[in-house]
């Protein structure tokens, strides 16, 4: 392929997904708290920024966390935890013009006597109608779907107050090739709750007794599932000598801190 017809290729598929992208949502995030039995409905609105009539449909996913804080994707009510059976959209499908926006209702019914998170996410895809010719072997609807934006979906009772979240097993994994030094850590939610987490390192000299505290990691720990998290730290900025280094988690709990301790050299 010639240089020419590869950037020439390059700029037409830049194009194509600036025309997929050309609509916005916000939020991005919606945190329902509804108590069970409740009913509670946030809005999103949509907006079409492209110079053309926008279609755009509405639909909902579960997902599932892997233990490094990746996710797949998974069909409504595939997961234990999912939300979207307690989803409703109105409306679910939007006909937007240039520069018109419009609300949409996201109403979460709580189911009765469960305190359990659960979560999903709610899909605005971008949809251009075919002739029902052109679309049989895509989507029997006549629709071709190519542009989405992702809406994170969570629910967890307003007067959930039993989480429980623990750290243990900080290690180093630091290469020879690596500017920082590297650590994991563990982090067990075994609770029935979303919570969000923040964890950080701090250095303690083991003759001064100096401590440096470094940023905090933020994540969220989902129900009854292990993250694998890993810490930086900077240790060109730390004087020779042994260290105690502690990762401690902080996750809003009425109760004391907790950490995991290990011993490291600087040279």
């Not at 194509?16 to 916005?24: D, G, K, P």
């Not at 609770?191 to 987490?197: A, E, H, I, P, Y």
Request: one cysteine or more; glycine letters at 4%; aromatic letters at 8%.
């Amino acid at each position: 392929m010639s240089k020419q017809l590869f950037f020439s290729l390059v700029m037409v598929l830049a194009s194509l997904y600036t025309m997929a992208q050309s609509f916005e949502v916000a939020p991005i995030k919606l945190n329902f708290t509804a108590n069970p039995g409740e009913t509670q409905t946030k809005m999103i609105s949509v907006k079409n920024h492209g110079n053309q009539k926008a279609s755009l449909v509405l639909s909902l996913k579960d997902y599932l966390v892997y233990k490094d804080g990746d996710r797949k994707i998974l069909s409504p009510g595939a997961s234990k935890n999912s939300i979207a059976e307690w989803i409703t959209l109105n409306p679910s499908y939007l006909e937007l013009n240039p520069n018109q926006a419009q609300s949409v209702e996201v109403t979460l019914q709580a189911p009765n006597d469960d305190f359990t998170s659960k979560w999903g996410i709610l899909n605005v895809t971008s949809a251009k109608e075919q002739t029902s010719l052109a679309a049989d072997k895509e989507l029997s609807a006549g629709l071709n779907l190519y542009g989405r934006i992702s809406v994170e979906l969570s629910y967890t009772p307003r007067n959930q107050t039993s989480t429980r979240v623990q750290i243990s097993n900080l290690r180093e994994l630091t290469q020879s090739a690596d500017s920082l030094r590297k650590f994991n850590v563990n982090i067990d939610n075994l609770g029935n709750t979303m919570t969000k987490c923040e964890i950080y390192l701090i250095a303690s000299h083991m003759k001064t007794l100096k401590e440096k505290k470094y940023e905090p990691v933020e994540i969220t720990a989902y129900p009854q599932s292990t993250r694998n998290v890993e810490l930086t730290l900077p240790a060109h900025k730390l004087k020779p000598g042994n260290y105690s280094l502690s990762a401690i988690l902080d996750y809003g709990s009425s109760q004391a801190l907790e950490g995991t301790q290990i011993t490291i050299e600087v040279e």
